[in-house]
């Protein structure tokens, strides 16, 4: 199963439009979005507009990839998870958020080998294409490492 997910605070109609077209060209029938408060009803994938928690762990649970804003809840719980991620970025030049952060936070992911990222709406749909080729990252832990917590430390004994 695909998941998509746009977060609970804004929609993001640019991905779950590209997405639920995709989806009915390919007729796959295993994609699953969140969309959040949206006038956008898919026609082709299942979707809620929110989840509760417990639904969404079990979303991504069940997932085999995860499709999504670059919002870092998600993204932290896919590593977590060991799940594929492909990334889209809201853009604030879009106005679909107010400012580049989530662009940014893609950018370095990216070239940390963390995850994979669409720029735009055609490397979406190329990316989509080839979904099944996606590979889980390495697994994160869901702990501060030994050097952050040092640093830590250290910085509040100084304090």
């Given at each position: 199963?695909?998941?998509?997910?746009?977060?609970?605070?804004?929609?993001?109609?640019?991905?779950?439009?590209?997405?639920?077209?995709?989806?009915?060209?390919?007729?796959?029938t295993?994609?699953?979005?969140?969309?959040?408060?949206?006038?956008?009803?898919?026609?082709?994938?299942?979707?809620?507009?929110?989840?509760?928690?417990?639904?969404?762990?079990?979303?991504?649970?069940?997932?085999?990839?995860?499709?999504?804003?670059?919002?870092?809840?998600?993204?932290?719980?896919?590593l977590?998870?060991e799940?594929?991620?492909?990334?889209?970025?809201?853009?604030?030049?879009?106005?679909?958020?107010?400012?580049?952060?989530?662009?940014?936070?893609?950018?370095?992911?990216?070239?940390?080998?963390?995850?994979?990222?669409?720029?735009?709406?055609?490397?979406?749909?190329?990316?989509?294409?080839?979904?099944?080729?996606?590979?889980?990252?390495?697994?994160?832990?869901?702990?501060?490492?030994?050097?952050?917590?040092?640093?830590?430390?250290?910085?509040?004994?100084?304090?």
């Open positions: 199963m695909i998941f998509v997910t746009v977060g609970s605070e804004l929609p993001f109609d640019r991905l779950v439009r590209v997405v639920d077209q995709w989806a009915g060209e390919n007729r796959r295993d994609v699953f979005a969140q969309i959040a408060e949206t006038s956008l009803k898919p026609s082709f994938i299942a979707y809620k507009q929110f989840l509760e928690p417990a639904e969404f762990s079990e979303r991504l649970a069940a997932a085999s990839v995860i499709v999504s804003h670059a919002g870092m809840g998600t993204i932290l719980s896919a977590r998870s799940k594929p991620i492909l990334v889209m970025p809201r853009r604030a030049t879009l106005r679909e958020v107010r400012n580049e952060h989530q662009l940014a936070t893609a950018e370095r992911l990216a070239a940390m080998g963390r995850i994979t990222v669409a720029l735009d709406e055609t490397e979406l749909r190329a990316t989509l294409d080839r979904i099944g080729e996606l590979k889980p990252k390495e697994k994160i832990s869901p702990y501060a490492g030994p050097e952050l917590v040092a640093a830590l430390r250290d910085f509040i004994a100084q304090r």
